[in-house]
């Protein structure tokens, strides 16, 4: 089956621009959540979806950042404005169950540069 | 609120020889963990899932344990190759949220 597809792979743009990420995850795969992860660290969680509903977005800064997963497939998540923290590697991430012990995929990110 | 930690940090071993990573976490009351094998510039790829009622899962030459009491999980690479080279995170799945945490990696080196 195909894995988890993100766009684009590389994007490098000025602060205060702002730049969306796209989402496909493998196909039935009902969660799917969106990773920040800065050089050197572990990803860290921005926001959790099941189905086109947000379960977890605690850790979403919201005065930039947005998601969507209008028909519970695919998925963006939008900065905007952006700033030179922001640099990072945005990984989607998808699990086929809904209960809680189900593996988590990982696509192959998208790296922001901030300049 | 979870905590992980992996040690070591990095890690560098000859061909050949087979070693074991460390991973501990603070929250004991987990759903499951899950250890990842990252290379430079790529996404995340899943190499083992241990759910809390197991004690161990195998796949080729990777054996991972875990211990849900002490909080505490290793994966262990026998016969170190040196297309082994990556960093592995472990992530640990716990709380109401069933929030997944990620340690922040080791980084392997196998020379030649």
């Known amino acids: 089956e195909a894995g988890v597809a993100q766009s684009p792979r590389y994007k490098i743009i000025e602060k205060r621009q702002s730049v969306a990420f796209w989402c496909n995850p493998i196909s039935g795969h009902a969660t799917l959540y969106w990773y920040q992860q800065i050089l050197g660290q572990g990803p860290k969680l921005l926001i959790q979806?099941?189905?086109?509903?947000?379960?977890?977005d605690s850790q979403l800064p919201k005065d930039r950042f947005s998601a969507e997963r209008l028909k519970g497939v695919d998925s963006t998540l939008k900065i905007q404005p952006a700033k030179l923290e922001d640099s990072a590697v945005y990984l989607c991430a998808s699990r086929r169950l809904t209960r809680n012990t189900g593996e988590l995929f990982f696509g192959e990110g998208s790296r922001l540069t901030v300049l | 609120k979870q905590e992980v930690t992996q040690i070591p940090a990095a890690l560098s071993v000859p061909e050949g020889e087979n070693l074991v990573l460390n991973c501990s976490f603070t929250d004991s009351a987990i759903y499951n963990l899950q250890w990842f094998r990252q290379d430079p510039g790529k996404g995340l790829t899943s190499l083992l899932l241990?759910?809390?009622?197991?004690r161990e899962q195998t796949s080729g030459r990777l054996n991972a344990s875990l211990d849900k009491s002490s909080g505490r999980s290793t994966l262990y690479i026998a016969a170190s190759q040196p297309g082994d080279s990556a960093t592995y995170l472990c992530?640990?799945?716990?709380?109401?949220?069933?929030?997944?945490?990620f340690g922040t990696g080791t980084r392997l080196q196998v020379t030649l």
């Open positions: 992530a640990v799945r716990s709380g109401t949220a069933s929030k997944l945490t």
């Open positions: 979806f099941q189905n086109n509903g947000v379960v977890d």
């Open positions: 241990i759910q809390s009622s197991q």
